[in-house]
């Protein structure tokens, strides 16, 4: 059954027959009751939460090989050892997060570990780090995936950033349709990714195992590698193990996610961190041993690999696309089962930031370092703002750097390892306050954790000064700008809530000195508009009301007094000149020397606003009146009463109404009830509203006498 409403009447239930676009998108709002329907099991929260992790295997063995093949191809023997540091090291990390987990489950991670045990500032420097994780998150998984469907169709290389963007957009409408309904759409595609490489891994391992291993088309391609001084030797193999460490993204986003797990949310979300932890493990070093296997080369330019015809223009297919023709041929139903599900998984890999953001700001927005925005909770119970500010951010990024994802990784994983870093030096204080404690219990369990996280703290920060080192010239010193810079921001942020908070908050003694109440309502023309705001400040009961009308043009402003006598109101009309055209000033004088006259007296101003349906009449409309009462807020002891006025338009907001209901403002006139038969005003009524209009006109800045019986409404 549909409701109308009615003007001015805010308690109506308004539906509407007519599906905005927005809920088309979205769908219809929940019920904040609904918020517990909406946590994630186990098996929705794994593709969800470590689809980045998981996907990331499908880039991270190929940087990894890629930096080794600078040197030439013999550095490719080096790769298992590598890659066998960067499993130790996701070993290490995943058992450092479930202590973390264990400890802080609210969903702060690293943040809330920094901030509790090493201080406000190192909290920061988290947060900041993280905020650039989950932005690059997007902007490298995203074009990754896009890499993978051009290995596949060459042919939309020159549409990469579109591609890009478009993902992106896509991403974020899944997401703003809630958590619940974002993991039923990833939940597949991470599943079969999973399958599908792990499927590839054993049978190309079988073929081996049989004596007919796989061979890569770039197997034949030789690399002209650099002269490699001991030092730079050095260097090398440190620049492909921080590569390699790109798998370690988005191992975080489940410590920062606890509060979306169902009960028992800590159990839960350790289980499913060890899951991710074994799934990337297993996946990562059998992508690599196959690639080896096949002897996949994949240079930094293709110019690089020696004999490849056209390098010019030729595009090199991704590593996992090698590793796939290698093993089930370039024409198969399986290699394209692969790049197809490749694809969707990196692709879906930036849907772990776009949780693990919108969480973080609405943690920072609650301790008050960021806009307080980013923790409101949109109509499918997420927290929208996050969402749409990843992707903007995202997509500006994908725009600058072309989608280019060489450029891109260069910028990735220094913000993971500072938050590791942090995070595990937290978890070492906690767990040290802990054994300090004479009332605690269960020592010898902290005491295993204590050497958990101590060992994974020596160990992300050695890998960070690593990664900082190997990638600083590469582009990673956008970060350690951009990080400061945002640490800044929220910094200042905080200070700026902090002295709001401190400027409201109440005093000890109150005095309540406002005595008398007086009301203005602003004419401009003879409008329902008009009548109606003069019907609400007749409703309000006042102890004085009058109308004002500021005179710009002399023609209008007889006008109106004709039509202001002819409907006989019985609320006195003061006319104020302006001859320089102004409305806002003249008032606020006016108001400042009744205020002067009558004391510590509360003034209310009554003006119309248009209520319109469409985007485009706002633009039509004059925002004179929005001027108004802007510079009006700014006047002392003034309160501005807005009386919304609904055009035909507003039906697409609130649903259909009838014109035939009496509403106020219309079948009264915007007057107090009267007799049946009007009552015309004498010759003595109109000489003394003359007079009043003109002492009005004489002087611009002086009120009428509280009192007098032509200007008072009682």
Known sequence: ???????????????????????????????????????????????????????????????????????????????????T?????????????????????????????????LGEKAGLVVASALLVDYVMTVAVSIASGVDNIISAVPELNEFRVEMAIFFVILLAGVNLRGVRESGKAFAVPTYLFIASVFVMVVVGLLRTAAGHAPV???????????????????LLILRAFASGCSALTGVEAIANGVPAFRFPKVKNAQKTLALMGGTAIVL???????????????????CDLVGLKNCATAVQPSLISQVATAVFGADSIPFFLIQAVTAAVLLLAAN???????????????????????????????????????????????????????????????????????????????????????????????????????????????????????????????????????WLLMLGVNRYYRDVEVEVEVDATTTFGASGDHAIVLVGKMQKPVLKAIDYAIAARHDTLEAIHVSVEPEATEKLQAQWDAMNIDVPLIIIPSPYRDVAVPVIKYIKAHREEFGAEVVTVYTPIYIVGHWWEAILHN???????????????????????????????????????AFPGQARSGEPRRPEMPVKRGAQDREVGAAARSTARNSASAPSKKGQDEGSLR
Do not use: C
């Open 1 to 83: 059954m549909l409701t109308r409403p009615r003007q001015g009447v805010g308690s109506s239930v308004v539906t509407n027959d007519v599906r905005s676009p927005k809920r088309w998108l979205i769908g219809e709002p929940l019920s904040s009751e609904k918020l517990e329907h909406q946590l994630l099991p186990k098996h929705l929260a794994l593709p969800i939460f470590a689809s980045d992790p998981l996907s990331s295997v499908a880039y991270a063995p190929q940087e990894m090989l890629m930096i080794l093949l600078i040197g030439g191809l013999g550095f490719l023997t080096l790769a298992p050892w590598v890659a």
């Open 85 to 117: 540091a960067v499993v130790v090291l996701l070993i290490v990390v995943v058992l450092s997060y479930r202590q973390l987990v264990k400890a802080y489950p609210s969903g702060g991670g690293d943040y809330e570990v920094a901030r509790t045990n």
């Open 216 to 234: 890569a088309e770039s197997a034949s391609y030789t690399v002209q590698g650099d002269n490699v001084a001991h030092a730079a030797f050095v």
């Open 284 to 302: 990562f070093a059998g992508l690599t041993t196959v690639s080896l296997i096949a002897k996949v080369h994949y240079a930094e330019s293709s």
């Open 352 to 486: 772990t930031a776009f949780n693990g953001f919108p969480l973080l700001g609405s943690i920072l927005a609650r301790d008050t370092y960021a806009p307080k925005a980013l923790n409101s909770r949109g109509d499918r119970l997420i927290y929208s703002n996050g969402v749409i500010a990843l992707a903007v951010i995202a997509s500006v990024i994908l725009l600058i750097f072309r989608a280019n994802v060489t450029q891109l990784i260069q910028l990735y994983i220094i913000g993971v390892f500072v938050s590791f870093t942090l995070g595990q030096s937290g978890m070492v204080r906690h767990w040290i306050r802990l054994l300090r404690d004479p009332e605690t219990t269960g020592r010898g369990q902290i005491k295993r954790s204590l050497v958990i996280n101590l060992f994974g703290a020596i160990l992300t920060f050695t890998v960070l000064i690593v990664v900082t080192i190997t990638k600083f010239t590469h582009g990673a010193w956008i970060v350690f700008v951009v990080m400061p810079i945002l």
């Open 623 to 661: 925002h004179r009146s929005r001027r108004i009462r802007q510079k009006l807020m700014l006047a002392h002891g003034v309160t501005v009463a807005l009386v919304p006025w609904l055009l035909d338009s507003s039906e697409l907001l609130y649903g259909r109404r009838s014109r035939t209901w």
